[in-house]
């Protein structure tokens, strides 16, 4: 069974830093690219940062692009993102997703996601 | 960066109707286009991939199709457990992006 548990959450003031983690299990981890999807509350699905299976392929959304670093070490079947310069509109809930392809030059869909890990920047 | 946008934003439907929701994008995106289903407190799950492929276990009251810059996802039959927000999503860029959303709620 595919299973991905986000860590790393909680209240942190506005221009500081945060990691998130994400273990993934029942798959092989090192055969996919992964992603950080956000959801605000109240508001829609935001797709934040993907990588491709070997971390060759990166990429960010303009919103966290320069802020944010996604890294993977698929030794310990885990997915991270480093965000700094935390914002309040940087608030949500982050979800670790699996994508169904393996990032190099194809491009899935998002067949697995975790339960999600809540960002909350405030003074 | 492609921009997906989806009409309606919200719609209202008993049991049993046909229901309908659109997702277009920016640019082509040949059949490069997911849809998503979410209940509240919950994660999205996979409906539809590549337009028009049923994920498995999904019922077959849903089906997706569309090419290029227009989709569609269409609910045969809407069931009590189908009253969700669901989203488009395009895989044509590595750069991901999401409709808005669109909140079916029970009429």
């Known amino acids: 069974e595919v299973q991905l548990v986000e860590s790393g959450g909680g209240l942190v003031q506005p221009g500081r830093s945060l990691r998130l983690s994400c273990a993934a299990s029942g798959f092989t981890f090192d055969d996919y690219a992964m992603h950080w999807v956000r959801q605000a509350p109240g508001k829609g699905l935001e797709w934040v940062s993907g990588?491709?299976?070997?971390?060759?392929?990166?990429g960010y959304a303009d919103s966290v692009k320069g802020r944010f670093t996604i890294s993977r070490d698929n030794a310990k079947n885990s997915l991270y993102l480093q965000m700094n310069s935390l914002r309040a509109e940087d608030t949500a809930l982050y979800y670790c997703?699996?994508?169904?392809?393996?990032?190099?030059?194809?491009?899935?869909?998002?067949?697995?996601w975790g339960q999600g890990t809540l960002v909350t920047v405030s003074s | 960066d492609i921009q997906m946008t989806q009409s309606p934003s919200s719609l209202s439907a008993s049991v049993g109707d046909r229901v309908t929701i659109t997702c277009r994008a920016s640019?082509?995106?040949?059949?490069?286009l997911n849809w998503y289903q979410q209940k509240p407190g919950k994660a999205p799950k996979l409906l539809i991939y590549a337009a028009s492929s049923l994920q498995s276990g999904v019922p077959s009251r849903f089906s997706g199709s569309g090419s290029g810059t227009d989709f569609t996802l269409t609910i045969s039959s809407l069931q009590p457990e189908d009253f969700a927000t669901y989203y488009c999503q395009q895989s044509y860029s590595a750069l991901r992006t999401f409709g808005q959303g669109t909140k079916v709620e029970i009429k």
């Open positions: 997703a699996k994508d169904s392809s393996d990032g190099s030059g194809s491009y899935g869909n998002f067949d697995y």
């Open positions: 640019q082509s995106i040949s059949s490069y």
């Open positions: 990588i491709s299976w070997n971390s060759g392929s990166i």
